[in-house]
T-cell receptor
Framework: KNQVEQSPQSLIILEGKNCTLQCNYTVSPFSNLRWYKQDTGRGPVSLTIMTFSENTKSNGRYTATLDADTKQSSLHITASQLSDSASYICVVSWAEGGSYIPTFGRGTSLIVHP | EPEVTQTPSHQVTQMGQEVILRCVPISNHLYFYWYRQILGQKVEFLVSFYNNEISEKSEIFDDQFSVERPDGSNFTLKIRSTKLEDSAMYFC????????????FGNGTRLTVT
């Protein structure tokens, strides 16, 4: 069964610190892996998209890595800001017959304290 | 920056009633999606839509649900005979292509079934 597991479930850090969120998946055949940021009561916003051949992708202070062999990804946030407080969702899509079907993780809830 | 808009932001309905959730995707996008998120749970894929037909649907998307693109701009999700367990946030999303383009989400419609 295709699954996406994220850890930790929640994380509290101080403003200015770095943190790393983890995503493990069993999705196959793999198409792409996306990281989203979801503020409370809002729709998810895309941070990064990585395909099988990409190992790392950056978007400002966000850097995602992908190890397709071990089926693991991480999202590293540098110099955290209060506005980084949100849920971070890992989404892995698999391809079948021309369709791309996403499997969502439960998200990591990040709280940044001043 | 263009965005996906959803209306209404909150819909309250009685069990057994029909509801229609509306979405205006980004104008040059060709792929449209509905997702739902039950309070405190992960985002779940419902259906994808392309070229005026459903391209993929999940187990959740049963005969109670239907989607339609009634004109060149709107994309709707109809839920017939709502049940208490249909209470959730429903997100519409759109993208340029189904594989490696970012998904742009709306801010959702919170459906409450009483």
């Amino acid at each position: 069964k295709n699954q996406v597991e994220q850890s930790p479930q929640s994380l509290i850090i101080l403003e200015g610190k770095n943190c790393t969120l983890q995503c493990n998946y069993t999705v196959s055949p793999f198409s792409n892996l996306r990281w989203y940021k979801q503020d409370t009561g809002r729709g998810p916003v895309s941070l990064t998209i990585m395909t099988f051949s990409e190992n790392t992708k950056s978007n400002g202070r966000y850097t995602a890595t992908l190890d397709a062999d071990t089926k693991q990804s991480s999202l590293h946030i540098t110099a955290s800001q209060l506005s980084d407080s949100a849920s971070y969702i890992c989404v892995v899509s698999w391809a079948e017959g021309g369709s791309y079907i996403p499997t969502f993780g439960r998200g990591t809830s990040l709280i940044v304290h001043p | 920056e263009p965005e996906v808009t959803q209306t209404p932001s909150h819909q309250v309905t009685q069990m057994g009633q029909e509801v229609i959730l509306r979405c205006v995707p980004i104008s040059n996008h060709l792929y449209f999606y509905w997702y739902r998120q039950i309070l405190g749970q992960k985002v779940e894929f419902l259906v994808s839509f392309y070229n005026n037909e459903i391209s993929e649907k999940s187990e959740i998307f049963d005969d109670q649900f239907s989607v339609e693109r009634p004109d060149g701009s709107n994309f709707t999700l109809k839920i017939r005979s709502t049940k208490l367990e249909d209470s959730a946030m429903y997100f519409c999303a759109s993208s340029r292509s189904p594989d490696n383009s970012p998904l742009h989400f709306g801010n959702g419609t919170r459906l409450t079934v009483t």
